[in-house]
């Protein structure tokens, strides 16, 4: 990290100022805290999460550095805000099972931060995600999912068995009764509304992606992928057909180069195609690149300005390191002997997977734009904060899951 904030002043200054070091120093200092607080109170908690963490924050401060150097400065504090909700979290939630008890509760809290948005929200680049309170934006959809999150493990827990179970053939396939297609339909009515108010296709498909993974791995039942999918996707062309700007994510999906948008609506995804194009196998250099070129480079599109000054070497580093977020957090849900934690960490984890998957997809046109931050690495402080809390939450899950199943191993040899 010390070396990608002395590479970028040498490039844009040609010296060192000694005092931006603090920038590095004081990310250090902070997961070297949080590293102490873990082996304290969490021994067991996997030891891959906190730094692959930190590797991602890492590269997000130097890359916003190199952007915006007043922005850096605001993304330390919210990391620190970060890290303080991180200890909180890890002081409060160890005993995790409390959240079952209050699921209604935090599912409603939910509801009202994402409808929050639809009354009171700002508009910002077309997409009204965004409160704003004095000086504060804040995006209430980042800790909405987290809370989200549990109230669906807490549900499906309770609910798993008769959602599993097939009393009805429709063409032949074995299927619940329609009632318990309920939920379903409502998290489908909820993201369809997102994408109609909110004119946000990301973080509608976020939201009912994350409750499809839910539902899949509380019931191991294919029919609720098939049909969820099918009914997003039937919401999303009626969507595309009738309100403006889904057509035009889609358009300019598939024209990118449309000289007719290529200087309007088309610009951001075309820059970042040019960007990623320019970057080669090893990159402009930090600091050599024209990444300030794409509109919204340190929050939508701060993977392509990876891709442009560290080249493909640097971008697939970032997709090594999620893709062993997720498969880290696939371990800890198979280490849970409760049906609640082994849902919360699938949960916690699809949103890791799935956020990622849809920004990358998007700036590289792999599928139409979703406008959502990359986790830890683009600048936010609401989506830093919710992350962070995932985060404990799911080293939380690990300690409890290595101890438990040690505690077993011993009970079953005194037997």
């Known amino acids: 990290m010390f070396t990608g904030f002395v590479a970028v002043q040498l490039a844009r200054d040609g010296r060192v100022d000694p005092a931006s070091l603090a920038y590095p120093a004081g990310v250090v200092l902070i997961f070297v805290v949080l590293h102490l607080v873990l082996r304290y109170l969490l021994p067991a908690a996997d030891p891959l999460l906190l730094p692959l963490t930190a590797g991602l924050t890492f590269t997000g401060l130097v890359m916003i550095y190199r952007l915006n150097a007043g922005l850096a400065f605001e993304q330390l504090i ?107 339909m409502l998290m489908w009515g909820v993201s369809i509304l997102m994408m109609i108010y909110q ?128 498969a880290r957090g696939i371990k800890v849900a198979l280490l849970q002997r409760d049906d609640f934690g082994k849902l919360l960490a699938v949960g916690l984890t699809s949103i890791i997977a799935l956020q990622s998957f849809l920004i990358m997809g998007g700036v590289t046109r792999l599928i139409p734009l979703t406008g959502i931050t990359l986790p830890f690495v683009s600048y936010g402080g609401s989506s830093l904060l919710a992350n962070f809390i995932l985060l404990a939450l799911l080293l939380v899950l690990s300690h409890r899951g290595a101890t438990t199943n040690v505690d077993s191993i011993r009970e079953a040899g005194r037997r």
């Open 199 to 326: 004119k946000d296709l990301g973080s509608s498909l976020l939201f009912f992606g994350i409750f499809i993974a839910m539902l899949y791995a509380a019931t191991g039942r294919k029919t609720y992928v098939l049909v969820g999918l099918a009914l997003f996707f039937l919401g999303a062309f009626l969507c595309y057909l009738v309100f403006f700007h889904v057509e035009v994510r889609v358009t300019t999906w598939l024209h990118p180069f449309n000289p007719a948008t290529i200087e309007g609506r088309s610009y951001q995804i075309s820059q970042s195609l040019f960007a990623l194009s320019s970057g080669g196998i090893s990159g402009s250099g930090l600091g050599l690149g024209y990444p300030q070129f794409i509109p919204s480079v340190t929050t939508d599109f701060i993977f392509s300005a990876v891709g442009e000054e560290l080249g493909l070497l640097g971008a697939a580093g970032l997709v090594i390191m999620y893709i062993l977020y997720v």
């Open 78 to 184: 919210w990391i620190t805000v970060g890290a303080v909700s991180f200890v909180l979290v890890v002081l409060l939630l160890r005993n995790y099972e409390m959240l079952a008890d209050y699921k209604y509760t935090l599912g409603l809290a939910a509801l009202v931060l994402l409808a929050s948005t639809m009354f009171l929200g700002k508009e910002v680049n077309g997409a009204r995600l965004w409160l704003q309170i004095g000086p504060l934006h804040f995006q209430p959809s980042e800790l909405a999912k987290v809370l989200l999150v549990i109230f669906l493990a807490a549900f499906f827990a309770e609910k798993h068995e008769v959602l599993s179970i097939s009393t009805h053939r429709v063409w032949g396939i074995p299927m619940p009764e329609i009632k318990y297609f309920g939920p379903l």
